[in-house]
Structures are given as C-alpha cells and as structure tokens.
C-alpha cells in the first residue's frame, strides 16, 4: 500500500486498525500490511497505483478525484476511489500567505461533497483576492 507522507494520513490508517512494521505491536490492530511505502513526491503517487507498484493508496480525497473522473487526466480509467471516507471526520485545508502583505497567492477553497457522482467543478470558487482567476 501506498500512503502520502501526511502524519494525519497515517494516524487514519492506524485509527481503523491497519498496521505495518513500525507499529504492528499497538493495541488495536486489525489488518496487517506487508508493506506500507510513504510517498512524497507528487508526481508518482498517481503513477505508482495505476502501474500496479502498490494495490492501494491513502491520499487526500481531492488529489485523486481529479485524476479520476477527468476525462483530460492521464490516470483517467485507470484508478478509481473507493466510496466512503476513512476518517472520522472530513479535513479542511486552507492556503497560507505571508504576514506582510502584498501580492496575495493563496486561495480558500469551500469544503464540497467530492463524492463520486457528485456534480462539483473543482476548478470552481478559486478566485483570488485580487480579483485574478487561480491558475
């Protein structure tokens, strides 16, 4: 299995009894992983699923739905997402700026329903302070 190198992503997968060499002595264990690889390189975490390195992967809803249910994503048809959610709760993210101001290059992003079937644009509400589209 393949994990992003997100402390909270790993504290989910132990929270619903996954384990793997580092914690497989912790109370609570349910299902024993061979191998759990942490990715931190952006670019492979699509590649190293849809190439079969790994038979599944941990990642932050938004970051796969893209690559899934978009017909201009190379990973399109050839990774899915599971339905569900295997945190307790839903996460919020939100981007940082500098504290001095100026050119603003974050944006806020709304929590949405990104459940598969779900008719969000994800493209949508990410205009910028400043009036300019988001990139």
């Known amino acids: 299995m393949g994990n992003i190198t997100d402390p909270a992503a790993f504290q989910v997968l132990e929270d619903r009894g996954l384990r793997w060499s580092s914690n497989e002595s912790k109370a609570g264990g349910q299902n024993k992983l061979n191998n759990l690889i942490a990715y931190s390189d ?9 190439d079969g390195v790994v038979d599944a992967f941990g990642v932050d809803l938004p970051i796969y739905y ?12 050839k990774i899915e ?17 500098n504290a001095w101001g100026g050119r ?3 944006y806020w992003q709304k929590p949405m329903n990104l459940s598969p079937g779900s008719n969000n644009n994800l493209n949508a509400d990410r205009s910028r302070k400043d009036g300019r589209a988001q990139q």
Do not use: D, K
Request: charged share 5%.
């Open 42 to 50: 952006q670019s492979r975490i699509h590649n190293c699923l849809a």
């Open 66 to 77: 893209w690559a899934c249910e978009n017909f201009g994503s190379p990973w399109f048809g």
């Open 81 to 97: 997402i599971v339905p569900g959610n295997l945190a307790q709760q839903p996460y919020y993210y939100t981007m940082a700026v």
């Open 104 to 106: 603003v290059i974050g």
